[in-house]
């Protein structure tokens, strides 16, 4: 497979698919609603999923070069436990953001006594932390790839 379909396949679907796919709603309800769509499925930094399996992705790739004994066994085992690490800092921070969230959510809820919960205001910490994760692992999963192939 070539780097362009690997590249389309690995980072492709399941970075920017989502995200087109919202952006599909615009024909039928308008850009307001689909930036709306857009914006709330990367809130609380839900791109933090994307990245954790990325890493996992990119763990299996330099497992799979450790046990055919290509490559220098040092990168590999270096770039294993980076990966783990970053996929290790991601999930506890998607974990915080998500408790935060329904901290907000449920404070909200008995202070107002709303018989629902209200849509929290968008964490730009949380949404800009998890595109500079998902970029940064990314960017390594493709690395490794290319020093592998």
Known sequence: MNLFFWA????GVPIVGPIFTL????????WRVAKT?????????????CS?????????????ALERGGG??????????????LAFSCSIIVMSALVNT??????TYIRHRQKRFVTG????????TSILATSVAAILFVILHVRLI
């Open 8 to 11: 389309l396949l690995n980072l």
């Open 23 to 30: 952006a599909l709603v615009a024909p039928t309800h308008g």
């Open 37 to 49: 769509l857009i914006a709330a499925s990367v809130k609380d930094g839900q791109l933090f999923w």
């Open 52 to 64: 954790i399996g990325l890493c996992a992705a990119a763990v299996y790739e330099a497992m799979t």
């Open 72 to 85: 220098a066994v040092p990168v590999l085992e270096s770039a294993i436990a980076g990966f783990c690490m």
């Open 102 to 107: 329904h901290h907000d959510r449920a404070s």
């Open 121 to 128: 205001s968008l964490s730009r910490v949380a949404i800009g």
